[in-house]
């Protein structure tokens, strides 16, 4: 949509950009999409709400002042668009145009808001019942809907966290699509290409008038250089182009008794019988009404043209013959061809399959759809189309199969997505409830530490304890990064000088028996990233290949190569990948020489927690750690393998394109000397709606020296205020119950502007700072020791 450039396929409207985002939304169009049903999508969505995710992730959703859910993931939603293939539009409750992808563009001519849609005949009224239906019931539908002459159904749902927007999803109906695709055939160079082998071919409307034909048919039942026109037929009742003598032979009415026998064959394309017929003629030399070889060889010709997959069997089960698309779409061995259609499938399916040919065999003449599974890829059911064949000479049976790679492939990558995003807003969810516990521990192990001395029996227990909880802090950290909710600092800088200054490091890491091979290209554009966290993503990498080689071969090792070099778009686009948008790109490529990744694993392992490694010897975490913080930075990862072939990670950063920015100032509380007399004097408002972590925080801040006034939630908080007056410093939660702490922070700050706010929370302060929007207010990560809180308290008020 070159009007709109906005996020890939689905369009937002500017006016309504605001209400596109929001996750219930979000989660509907995804589900919408993948189970090409509005109703599950919706139902789906309300069950999630209760059941999916537990308590945590319902925390996340249904607590007041919760930081809203990351944006919508556009580029997942793209692919979701282009696998359903509908048009698809999202309307707010004003009746406004919030969204829509290319299809609903291309379908309607531009970007007309439903259900003032330019639609043939009452199609607009039917339209408009529909939507007050969704808007009443939840849903709504409209059927026998037309535009343009193309037939349309409509399904709208009401969707979004208030139930105020509707999801409106136009189908195409598959009788028409098939019937379109045929027509073009027909009208373009294989058309042509059918005519040089003697066969002329039309397709019929099912009331029998001409829809489109080649261009021999043409001339032929014109008789006049005017047939060249493709509307020269166009609508016209093809069978008074047709005369029958006595003998039952069939001619062009143009030629005559004394023209050229015609055979008529009937090729069947569509189950559905509103998508009309496609009929084939050839002239029959012999003047007989049996078939001839030279028919024959017509109808074979025109088998091998078929752009869609086509086989002819015998009255025996046989193969007879296969196009090209058939033996792709059903995996065929060119050198060992199947002789029977059940050796294509497994063997549950043989008996069905065998059933069915017998049945159309030997009298059958309508067409059927089944189910199967081919045997190279039993996981994965295609379409097998079968119907019986008339006046085809040995062939008796007609099969037709649908080429589904491409379309299984999106869609395991969509359902992968859709999993890994899910995954990553409860690990998010799951980092928050833990950061506050870890908060509680570290806090009470600072304060027995504080009075206990290294000579005491206790103090090497209490150590521990703390020792472990910041580890337990650490993976916390890791879960953050995998969510994409972890705080970076990005700045511009060249991935070459990254891998280099971590190269040291990788040596030792490898040992002696991994050889390290690090090889940069020229020209390498600039990316925008965290340097620290591209250096954890370059040494999780190298580790986990360095365990795989060791694996594969312990005493032998191998070899690790990490590469960079530049990727610009005109390679991109070569690629075709559906995922990676065309770009410039910084490539980082890290290949080993181990034993390779299972293909059932393969698609596991970027999950959270989830590992190949010995009990005891593994998190899980590593390359869950490092998709989190590739996807954040804005880039993409792949992982290809093959068994016994070692393994290639394949990132792309976007290159940046902009002048480097100015450095983050980081608002985060630091240790920085300040002035003595601010330490441990003034009156702090506690707002914690956790008891244990209220404690702690409580008895750390009073051991400095401080008096603390203390609240559950925002709306004990200004209560606490109104009897008390103005604090010194508010220490606040951002999530809470009642009242959550922005909206108190508001409210406090209408009586007193100058107040200094420290919020305090397990979400990363790159994500809160985006649903706060509050100016001047400091910033303390869970979990913090006590005297990390007693410094952010410190510079919190020193800063004012």
């Known amino acids: 949509m070159a009007s709109l450039p906005l996020p890939h396929t689905l369009t937002p409207i500017r006016s309504a950009a605001s209400v596109a985002g929001g996750t219930a939304l979000t989660a509907a169009l995804l589900i919408f999409f993948v189970a090409g049903n509005l109703a599950i999508a919706a139902g789906f969505l309300a069950a ?29 939603a793209r692919a979701l668009a282009e696998a359903s293939g509908d048009a698809v539009a999202v309307t707010d409750r004003a009746g406004r145009l919030v969204c829509a992808n290319d299809r609903y563009q291309t379908l309607f001519d531009g970007l007309p808001t439903p259900p003032g849609l330019p639609l043939d005949g009452d199609g607009t009224t039917a339209l408009g019942s529909a939507g007050r239906a969704a808007w009443r019931d939840g849903l709504g539908q409209a059927r026998g809907l037309a535009a343009r002459g193309t037939a349309l159904s409509a399904e709208i749902v009401r969707s979004g966290d208030d139930g105020d927007m509707l999801v409106w999803r136009f189908t195409v109906a598959a009788a028409h699509d098939a019937a379109a695709n045929v027509a073009r055939m027909l009208e373009s160079d294989t058309g042509d290409r059918l005519g040089q082998g003697g066969i002329m071919a039309v397709l019929l409307s099912p009331d029998g008038r001409i829809r489109a034909a080649n261009r021999v048919l043409r001339v032929r039942a014109l008789g006049r250089d005017d047939g060249a026109d493709s509307q020269a037929l166009a609508g016209r009742d093809f069978a008074r182009f047709l005369i029958t003598d006595s003998r039952g032979l069939v001619r062009f009415e143009r030629e005559g008794l004394e023209g050229t026998p015609l055979r008529i064959l009937q090729v069947p394309f569509a189950a559905d019988d509103d998508a009309g017929v496609l009929v084939a003629l050839v002239d029959d030399e012999e003047d007989a009404p049996a078939i001839g070889a030279s028919a024959s060889a017509h109808v074979r010709s025109l088998v091998s043209l078929m752009p869609f997959g086509m086989a002819l069997v015998d009255r025996d089960g046989r193969f ?78 007609l099969l037709s199969l649908k ?52 000579g005491d029996s206790d103090y090497d227990d209490i150590q521990q304890i703390r020792t472990n909880s910041n580890r337990a802090a650490g993976l916390t950290r890791q879960l953050l990064a995998f969510s994409r909710q972890q705080t970076l600092r990005p700045q ?83 690629m075709a990948s559906d995922i990676l948008p065309v770009a410039d790109y910084t490539g980082l490529f890290v290949t080993d020489t181990g034993g390779g990744i299972p293909p059932d694993v393969l698609p596991k392992i970027f999950e959270p927690f989830f590992t190949t490694k010995e009990v005891g010897k593994g998190t899980g975490l590593g390359l869950s750690t490092v ?60 707002v914690e709606d956790e008891d244990m972590v209220r404690a702690v925080a409580e008895r750390a801040l009073t051991r400095q020296g401080y008096q603390v006034l203390t ?21 606040s939660d951002v999530v809470m119950p009642t009242m959550d702490g922005p909206t108190m922070v508001r409210l406090a700050r209408e009586k007193y502007p100058d107040l200094p706010v420290l919020f305090m929370s397990g979400y990363a302060e790159e994500q809160l700072r985006k649903s706060i929007d509050i100016d001047d207010v400091a910033f303390l990560p869970k979990p913090f020791s006590v005297q990390q809180l007693a410094e952010a308290a410190r510079d919190a008020l020193a800063r004012h």
């Open 492 to 574: 511009v800088l060249q991935l070459p000088d990254v891998v280099s200054e971590v190269s040291n490091l990788l040596k030792r890491l490898m040992g002696e028996t991994v050889k390290l091979d690090v090889a940069h290209g020229r020209d390498l554009g600039p990316i925008r990233a965290d340097p620290g966290q591209l250096e954890q993503v370059v040494v999780n990498l190298a580790v986990n290949a360095r365990d795989a080689m060791l694996s594969a071969n312990p005493r032998g090792g191998g070899t690790l190569t990490i590469q960079t070099r530049s990727v610009p778009a005109h390679e991109v686009r070569r």
């Open 711 to 731: 609240a559950e939630n925002g709306e004990v908080a200004l209560e606490v205020l109104a009897r008390s007056g103005r604090p010194d410093l508010l220490v």
């Open 320 to 397: 007879l013959q296969m196009n090209d698309a058939f033996m792709r779409a059903g995996q065929v061995n060119p050198a060992a061809p199947p002789l029977y259609p059940g050796d294509l499938v497994v063997r549950e399916d043989k008996g069905a399959v065998a059933d069915a040919i017998r049945r159309f065999a030997t009298g059958a003449t309508h067409s059927a759809d089944m189910a199967v599974r081919l045997k190279d890829h039993p996981d994965e059911p295609v379409a097998l189309t079968i119907a019986g064949a008339r006046g085809l000479g040995d062939a008796a049976v």
């Open 48 to 76: 999630g709400l209760i059941l999916g995710g537990g308590l945590i992730v319902w925390r996340l959703l249904a607590t007041p002042g919760a930081p809203s859910a990351p944006p919508v993931d556009w580029s997942m």
């Open 403 to 454: 080429d589904n790679s491409e379309e299984s492939r999106l869609k395991r990558e969509v359902a992968q997505a859709t999993k890994m995003q899910a995954v990553g807003q409860l690990a998010g969810g799951v980092a928050h409830d833990f950061n506050n516990i870890l908060t509680a521990i570290i806090g009470h192990c600072d304060l027995m530490l504080m009075r206990h001395s290294p």
């Open 627 to 686: 998709y989190g913080i590739v996807k954040q930075s804005g880039g993409y990862i792949f992982a290809e393998s093959k068994p016994g072939d070692g393994a290639v990670f394949s990132i792309f950063f976007p290159v940046h394109a902009a002048a480097a920015a100015a450095p983050i100032r980081t608002v985060a509380a630091r240790s920085q000397p300040k002035p003595a007399d601010v330490w441990g004097t003034g009156t702090i408002l506690l």
